[in-house]
């Protein structure tokens, strides 16, 4: 069976958070997004060992806060299209408040 807590090497990636209460089951994206962008070697082969590869490549794909050389790294990892990286998009832009179209 595998573990519902994350090893202990990766608690400085979590420093704004209760690393004891982050669950591998209950919190994966959230998880995978921060080792994603923040991770050092040890914690990305971790991540990549645990996940399915199937909850990675979504996680990257929906996520809308990894920053872009993460998201274009891993897009170049996993083949993914470039199109259908969330935080690749162009940002929503609203219309000023006065304008009208």
Same mark, same amino acid.
Request: no cysteine; aromatic share 12%; net charge positive.
């Given at each position: 069976m595998k573990t519902k807590k994350l090893p202990s090497f990766f608690k400085p990636y979590f420093w704004d958070v209760d690393f004891s209460r982050l669950d591998l089951s209950k919190n994966p994206e959230f998880i995978i997004k921060r080792t994603l962008d923040r991770g050092? &070697?040890?914690?990305?082969?971790?991540? +990549?060992?645990?996940?399915?590869?199937? *909850? @990675?490549?979504?996680?990257?794909?929906?996520?809308?806060?990894?920053?872009?050389? &993460?998201?274009?790294?891993?897009?170049? +990892?996993?083949?993914?299209?470039?199109? *259908? @990286?969330?935080c690749l998009q162009k940002p929503y832009s609203p219309i000023q408040f006065g304008l009208s179209s």
């Open positions: 050092n &070697t040890e914690s990305l082969k971790w991540i +990549v060992d645990y996940y399915p590869k199937e *909850k @990675i490549k979504k996680t990257i794909l929906m996520s809308r806060d990894l920053s872009q050389k &993460t998201a274009n790294f891993w897009a170049d +990892v996993y083949n993914l299209d470039r199109t *259908k @990286i969330l």
